[in-house]
């Protein structure tokens, strides 16, 4: 004989709007459709009717067991098919998102009904079973708002905030199919508890703490998961970098050499025009072409051909945004490096200290200092800018990019950590009195060291 339940045909759009929220926070970044809105409007219309219609009857216990089960594993199928029309997402994606948002959910009714089981405040009797009292107080509905309310944030701003900042998120089929086994198992070992073993307050509370600690454990793994996957993804993109940075370093190198040819070449027929009158040549074109030619003939010469080729790169950069560049560089001390490596390293720390200064307006403070040399058996690259604001720094203490496309920028600073490790050493940044400061220091190591 089947029977309808009210309590649980009631409570199944409660979760249903618990389920969605969770969902919302989790995925809202992903990737939208067009007419996001009206797909929207349209999932959110069809998923609360599909969970009204769907009937909520009780028979055995083991019937009630299944059919509350399936119950559950349906609303979660429907808002995945829902998610499914508003973003653009391959499906195991929107599936993992779903299965993290049940799981928050479920960890947040856990904590509630935990907390009014020991205390005996009374709750929501949503099964229909004799575990809760079925009744309403202040106190309760203050337990179930914190409960929620403190859960859901925690994730948000911690867990999935791991999942915001992975430029593309990639599930992982172990940890899909590990979200989903512990939502199972939760989903079907609440049902057969509920109806079936029916256990005391402590059985209860020993059940409701496994499920705590269950869904906190998935979210601590999923936490390390996805800050290795974005440790990995910058190696990557800083790899590729690198790559980039050697390419560009072997084509500038080139071009520098025919430049400076050409440049000599110029120069001398510069001073032919110079001595000859009558040829018809404007003389403030000569003396702009004598201008242009010097920024490549006055470059920094170093000692080493990687810092040289760089210095003129910059010359032009320097010279049309009035920088004033001022080089003390011992270049014999850089020759263990690779030359990729101090292509990168030095290209960086210029870009980054150039593209500060240029954005100020006094012209006498756009100064940019760099000081290599060696105090024992350290090697100590200096450099420093003029810098107007603040200057943010993250947990590494490395400064965080001021471009509003975050994810495609911040990647010079930490590619020259890596570089400075990969020699043994150690960059540091620092702000003083006005002044940005980027400091390495590199062990000399001996043959025999």
């Known amino acids: 004989m089947l029977a309808f339940s009210a309590g649980l045909s009631g409570y199944k759009l409660i979760f249903l709007s618990e389920l969605l929220l969770a969902e919302a926070l989790a995925v809202y970044t992903f990737e939208k459709r067009p007419h996001f809105g009206i797909r929207l409007a349209f999932s959110l219309v069809g998923v609360y009717l599909a969970a009204f219609l769907y009937p909520v009857v009780f028979g055995s216990d083991m019937f009630n067991s299944v059919y509350v089960s399936f119950l559950f594993l349906f609303l979660f199928g ?28 479920h960890t947040s009714y856990m904590t ?21 009292k079925g009744s309403y107080s202040v106190f309760s509905v203050l337990a179930y708002f914190a409960s929620y ?7 948000w701003a911690f867990v999935e905030h791991e999942m915001r900042e992975q430029k593309k998120l990639k599930v992982d089929i172990f940890l899909l199919l590990s979200f989903l086994g512990i939502m199972l198992t939760d989903i079907v070992l609440n049902a057969v508890t509920t109806y079936m073993l029916k256990p005391p307050l402590l059985g209860t509370v020993v059940i409701y703490l496994y499920s705590l600690l269950s869904g906190s454990f998935a979210m601590g ?43 000599h070449d110029l120069k001398h027929q510069i001073q032919a025009w110079k001595r000859q009158e009558g040829l018809g040549i404007d003389k403030e074109y000569i003396d702009e072409l004598a201008r242009a030619v010097n920024i490549y003939d006055t470059s920094v010469k170093t000692g080493n051909d990687v810092v040289d080729v760089i210095l003129a790169e910059k010359s032009i950069f320097v010279a049309e945004h009035k920088i004033h560049l001022s080089c003390m560089i011992d270049g014999a001390s850089l020759s263990f490096f690779s030359s990729s490596d101090l292509y990168s ?64 920028h911040g990647y010079g600073v930490r590619s020259m950590s890596m570089i400075a490790e990969k020699y043994n050493g150690i960059l540091t940044t620092s702000v003083e009195d006005g002044w940005f400061c980027l400091d390495i220091s590199i062990p000399l190591l001996t043959k025999e060291e």
Request: proline share 1%.
């Open 345 to 408: 390293l030095f290209g960086n720390a210029l870009s980054n200290a150039f593209e500060a200064v240029e954005k100020i307006e006094d012209v006498q403070k756009r100064i940019v200092r760099v000081r290599v040399h060696v105090i024992g058996k350290t090697l100590l690259i200096h450099v420093e800018n003029n810098c107007e604001g603040d200057v943010e720094f993250d947990v590494a203490g490395l400064p965080k990019t001021r471009k509003k496309d975050i994810s495609s």
């Open 149 to 155: 309310g403190v859960i859901y944030w925690f994730v």
């Open 221 to 263: 793994i999923l936490y390390s998961l996805l800050k290795k996957n974005i440790v990995e993804d910058e190696r990557e993109m800083i790899y590729l970098l690198w790559q980039q940075d050697k390419r560009n370093y072997e084509q500038s190198k080139q071009n520098i050499e025919l430049i400076n040819v050409k440049c």
């Open 78 to 105: 429907i808002t995945v098919v829902a998610m499914r029309a508003c973003f653009q997402e391959p499906m195991a994606n929107l599936i993992f998102g779903g299965a993290v948002a049940y799981t928050v959910q």
């Open 112 to 132: 509630y009904y935990f907390f009014v089981s020991v205390t005996g405040i009374g709750g929501i009797d949503v099964y229909g079973s004799a575990n809760m």
